[in-house]
């Protein structure tokens, strides 16, 4: 959907209200990593497990930010796997039918990109965050919720499994 589409007014955030990211994701356009738009983002597209349409919509315009190398930080791969891994949720919105190929994609899209990030990344949270979005692809979604963790809380899984 292009971001000039009238649909995204009609879209709801992780609250349940109505919420339209287009002004966050052209300022991540036009001004690369940009903490504001990124939390933004994270604030209403995905809240305690709870995603809405919104957060669907998002997703391919996040993957072309991504795929072009802008931006290049870990919000676009941390949040676009945290919003597939709450997709089954219960009580979140099923993803809407006309979205379904540009989603699809998009997490081609994704997978891409995070692959060409991780030959290089040497950032912790860069890392793990694409790690998070190629085992989202490959069907792994509680992985992809362990990559995201930090190492304590890895650490301290761990433990609690010996």
Known sequence: MKLSDATWRTLHGAYGKPYDPRVALQKLESEGDADEPWSELWENLHHQGDIGEA????IPTISDLMARGKPTSWNGFALSATI???RDRRGNPNLPEWLDQSYR????????????????AENDLLV??????????????????IALMGEDE?????????
């Open 55 to 58: 957060s669907f919509a998002a």
């Open 84 to 86: 597939e891994a709450c």
């Open 105 to 120: 994609e998009a997490w081609q899209k994704l997978f891409d990109a995070a692959l060409r990030a991780l030959a290089d």
């Open 128 to 145: 793990r965050s694409a790690i998070a979005v190629v085992a989202i692809q490959k069907g792994q979604k509680s992985i992809s919720q």
């Open 154 to 162: 890895r650490c301290e899984m761990l433990d609690a499994m010996a």
